[in-house]
């Protein structure tokens, strides 16, 4: 069984920081890209930020310059979130796109999401 572990949300002010990890809890064979959703009232979910193995990155475009996402080299990956703003706040959700092998040998493709984190940026 494979999940996802997510940290690292809170309170913050308008202007502030925070810093959400999310770590793939489970044996896997590979994992491929990671990434950060977002769920907001206003939008919906919508996509905030991608890595991939080779480290190339995108960003929603309400985000560039502000986040950063990266990843180690085992398997947790990061989002740094700078200069927030109110319209930030959401539920944020880590995926992964991971290969495992199953009790039966097989090996197997699937993309486990966290239970999701709460970013509440307000004064």
């Known amino acids: 069984q494979v999940q996802l572990v997510e940290s690292g949300g809170g309170l913050v002010q308008p202007g502030g920081s925070l810093r959400l990890s999310c770590m793939v809890d489970?044996?896997?064979?590979?994992?491929?890209?990671m990434g950060w959703y977002r769920q907001t009232p206003g939008k919906g979910q919508e996509l905030v930020a991608m890595i991939n193995t080779d480290g190339s990155t995108n960003y929603a475009y309400s985000v560039k310059g502000r986040f950063t996402i990266s990843r180690d080299h085992a398997k947790t990956v990061f989002l740094q979130m700078d200069s927030l703003k109110p319209e930030d706040t959401g539920v944020y959700l880590c995926?992964?796109?991971?290969?495992?092998?199953?009790?039966?040998?097989?090996?197997?493709?699937?993309?486990?999401w966290g239970k999701g984190t709460r970013v509440t940026v307000s004064s």
């Open positions: 489970g044996k896997t064979s590979r994992i491929d890209d």
């Open positions: 995926y992964a796109n991971v290969l495992f092998v199953n009790p039966h040998g097989e090996f197997v493709a699937m993309k486990p």
